[in-house]
């Protein structure tokens, strides 16, 4: 299997832009987690998926930010606009939940940088 | 509010020593913790997880143990090597959310 891809794996914006990150989890896994990581507050979840239906979005900062899942195969993240202090690298992550447990697989992560 | 936290930001140890990171948490009672590797520009990697009715894990050099009382969990590697240099990072779950730690950055010293 490919693991989690994501894309862009860099992306330099400038700020007010709109920026679409994207990821494909791994086949079969119906968990899907979208994280930011920076230095000051680490790993954070932002939103998390179960069999493409949104469960909870309480980690999405702002409005300017959404995620959507059209299918088991593909999610979006959107920051729009898109400010400065939204620079960080973002993760997907996908699971398969046994027991209530999974381990996540991640995503090499696209770096974010806003200007 | 709950909390996770590792108490090192860095660690430096002697190829072939035993390296132990700690992560406590606090204000609430996870089911299980999670530990992973981070090596610099890629994404975090599984290790190991230990359950809450579980003491102790074991995968190769790699041993977790997991407190209740104490509300922590110890991470330990045997016979470090300099390959073993990287920021490892606990989580703690419940239900299907996981909350990670800000990660210790370990740095084995050949």
């Known amino acids: 299997d490919a693991g989690v891809i994501q894309s862009p794996r860099h992306e330099v914006t400038e700020m007010g832009q709109e920026v679409t990150l994207r990821c494909k989890p791994i086949s079969g896994h119906d968990y899907l987690f979208w994280y930011r990581q920076t230095m000051m507050r680490g790993l954070e979840l932002l939103i998390y998926?179960?069999?493409?239906?949104?469960?909870?979005d309480s980690g999405m900062p702002e409005d300017r930010f959404s995620a959507k899942m059209p299918n088991a195969s593909f999610s979006t993240l959107k920051i729009q606009p898109s400010e400065p202090r939204d620079s960080a690298v973002y993760f997907c992550?996908?699971?398969?939940?046994?027991?209530?447990?999974?381990?996540?697989?991640f995503g090499e992560g696209s770096r974010l940088t806003v200007l | 509010s709950q909390k996770i936290e590792q108490n090192s930001e860095a660690l430096n140890i002697q190829e072939g020593k035993t390296a132990t990171l700690t992560c406590n948490y606090t204000?609430?009672?996870?089911?299980?913790l999670q530990w992973y590797r981070q090596d610099p520009g890629r994404g975090p990697v599984f290790l190991l997880l230990i359950r809450e009715n579980e003491k102790e894990k074991r995968k190769e050099r790699l041993k977790v143990t997991f407190d209740t009382t104490l509300k922590q969990s110890l991470f330990h590697i045997t016979a470090s090597q300099p390959a073993d240099s990287a920021t490892y990072l606990c989580a703690s779950g419940s239900a299907r959310q996981l909350t990670f730690g800000s990660g210790t950055q370990l740095t084995v010293l050949p």
């Open positions: 204000n609430y009672s996870p089911a299980y």
């Open positions: 992550a996908s699971s398969r939940m046994t027991r209530n447990t999974g381990e996540l697989f």
């Open positions: 998926f179960n069999n493409n239906v949104p469960i909870d």
